[in-house]
Structure formats: structure tokens, C-alpha cells
């Protein structure tokens, strides 16, 4: 079955510390993974897309890298204004126009 | 700002009523896709429009049905409304074969059923 996992669920940073988020997936014939983040209330905000494994991307204080089985989200340095849920979603299976989305890590950085 | 914009923002329905969502696409993209989203969940997929036809459907009972308009613009309506059916609607656009298959998604409406 295809299937998205974030981990964790919750993740508490004080500012400045580096972490990172897990993106573990399960989809054949993978198409694209996808970082959004989501401001409460809000829809998701585009991040990143990875095709390939060994593919990095970087924006700003995020960095996010691709394995043939998951997807990290490196967050260096974080600001509060980092905070946010972070969502992961990968393109492919039988039905190769859905995103299979993960639930999430809810990222919260303290000044 | 993606350029995708949906409405209403939020509405409250009764149990049993029906319900119509709106969104217009990004300029230049011809595919929409609609979501649902629980609170604390991930989005999943109800369906997509390409050319106002559907190419693809999620888990889903046919109570949930779409429109795409020679716009692009693109309407959800949810028949019999349950109390399950409250969560964050999500309209994505996209254009594939354009910088590949990336979604963009609008602010969402939020739909209360009591």
C-alpha cells in the first residue's frame, strides 16, 4: 500500500539548534516528493520538489535530501518564524496524478 | 501568494445539506485538484480536473463530485453532508510539464457540518 510517514509528530527547538524531519515513504514508481509547510489556518506553502535519489535542495536556513526510501527536511540554525507543520507528500502508484500526503511534524522554535 | 484562491473561506451547514466550494486556478495552470484535510491530519486526495474532465480519484464516495470550467476555475459540491465532511477543503493548481508536477495549493475553505 503507498503510504507517507513523518516523523516526529512534534518538535520542540530552541533557536539556533539543527534538527532535522523524517520523510519515510512507500510508493512505486515514484514520481516527486514534495516539502510544504503550513502556517495554522492556512493551506500548504510550496517548499521543495526532489525527483531523484541523491537530489538536495536549499532554501534559506532548509535543506532537503532524497533516498530511494525517504526524504529528510534539515533545519539549520531555526528562527521562530520557522515554526510551522511540516508536510511531506510523494507523486506516484497506480493513481500517478494524487499526492499522498504524510500527517505532518509540527515544528515549534523558542527565542 | 500562489494566485490560487478559493471561496467561501468559512461556512457552517447542517447535516444533511449540500455544500459548493470555488476555486480559481494559478494563471496559466490547467489542472486542479481538490483535498481534504482533518484537523491534525495530512491533506488526501479527493480528486483532480484536467480539460473539465476528472483523471483521477481518491477514496471517496461519489457524494463528493467536481466541475472544471473552460477557465480552469473548478468547484467541489459534497451532497448529504455528514459530520465527518467538517475539515479544511484544499484546492491545488498545477501545470504539468511545467517545472514538473508541482501542486500549489490556495488558503483553503473551512467547512463546520453541526
Known amino acids: 500500500e503507498d503510504q507517507v510517514t513523518q516523523s516526529p ?76 507543520t511540516y508536510l511531506c507528500a510523494v507523486q506516484g502508484g497506480d493513481n500517478f496524478n494524487k499526492f499522498y500526503f504524510g500527517s505532518g511534524t509540527k515544528l515549534n522554535v523558542k527565542p | 501568494e500562489t494566485g490560487v484562491t478559493q471561496s467561501p473561506t468559512h461556512l457552517i451547514k447542517t447535516r444533511g445539506q449540500q455544500v459548493t466550494l470555488r476555486c480559481s486556478s494559478q494563471s496559466g495552470h490547467n489542472t486542479v485538484s481538490w483535498y481534504q484535510q482533518a484537523l491534525g491530519q495530512g491533506p488526501q486526495f479527493i480528486f483532480q480536473y484536467y480539460r473539465e474532465e476528472e483523471n483521477g480519484r481518491g477514496n471517496f464516495p461519489p457524494r463528493f463530485s467536481g466541475l472544471q470550467f473552460p477557465n480552469y476555475s473548478s468547484e467541489l459540491n459534497v451532497n448529504a453532508l455528514e459530520l465527518d465532511d467538517s475539515a479544511l477543503y484544499l484546492c491545488a493548481s498545477s501545470s504539468p510539464g511545467q517545472g514538473g508536477n508541482t501542486i500549489y495549493f490556495g488558503e483553503g475553505s473551512w467547512l463546520t457540518v453541526v
Open chain 1, 9 to 84: 509528530e512534534a518538535l520542540r527547538l530552541q533557536e539556533g539548534e539543527s534538527s532535522s524531519l523524517n520523510c519515510s515513504y512507500t510508493v512505486s514508481g515514484l514520481r516527486g516528493l514534495f516539502w510544504y509547510r503550513q502556517d495554522p489556518g492556512k493551506g500548504p506553502e510550496f517548499l521543495f520538489t526532489l525527483y531523484s535519489a541523491g537530489e538536495e535542495k536549499e532554501k534559506e536556513r532548509l535543506k532537503a535530501t532524497l533516498t530511494k526510501k525517504e526524504s529528510f527536511l534539515h533545519i539549520t540554525a531555526p528562527k521562530p518564524e520557522d515554526s510551522a
